[in-house]
């Protein structure tokens, strides 16, 4: 009847009896309540703190779309501009070349009458020359002198 289980059981409340005796069943209960209070801190400060961070996190996408479309705002802007400023260079362009294509015109038209005036004046010059040859072996004498003279400033007067 007395074997050693009996005294392990015996031991086991006599163990159980001391505990509830000493209060360490309110102990227990006090230190898991304030484990369950801080635990429950700590959740509340969890949920705030997540509340504060999707807060943020809006604010911040929030600022990043206004960022967006800002960035968007310049590129447009500026695409704008160098359109103009392409529309602006182009025609610039074109101005300068209708300039030069004039100013060519120009000393091509001035090139054309000076060298008509020099061919004129070299078949001018070439004329009077045949004409005196053909009028000194034809016209002979003080008749012949007088009228060679005449032709040939004649001939001078016409040509220019």
Do not use: C, W
Request: net charge negative; hydrophobic share 50%.
């Amino acid at each position: 009847m007395f074997n050693e289980e009996f005294f392990v059981a015996l031991g086991f409340a006599i163990f159980i009896a001391l505990l509830g005796y000493l209060g360490v069943h309110r102990k227990i209960n006090a230190a898991l309540d304030r484990r369950g209070d801080r635990i429950k801190g700590e959740l509340a400060e969890a949920e705030r703190l997540r509340a504060e961070a999707e807060a943020l996190l809006a604010s911040y996408e929030k600022r990043r779309a206004e960022a967006v479309a800002e960035a968007e705002a310049v590129v447009a802007q500026a695409r704008a501009e160098a359109e103009l400023l392409a529309r602006e260079a182009h025609e610039r362009i074109a101005e300068f070349i209708q300039r030069r294509t004039k100013q060519a015109e120009e000393k091509i038209a001035s090139a054309e009458a000076q060298a008509t005036t020099q061919v004129r004046a070299a078949a001018a010059e070439a004329a009077t020359k045949a004409a005196a040859v053909v009028l000194k072996d034809k016209a002979q004498g003080p008749f012949g002198e007088e009228l060679i003279s005449k032709s040939i400033s004649d001939l001078k007067t016409l040509f220019h």
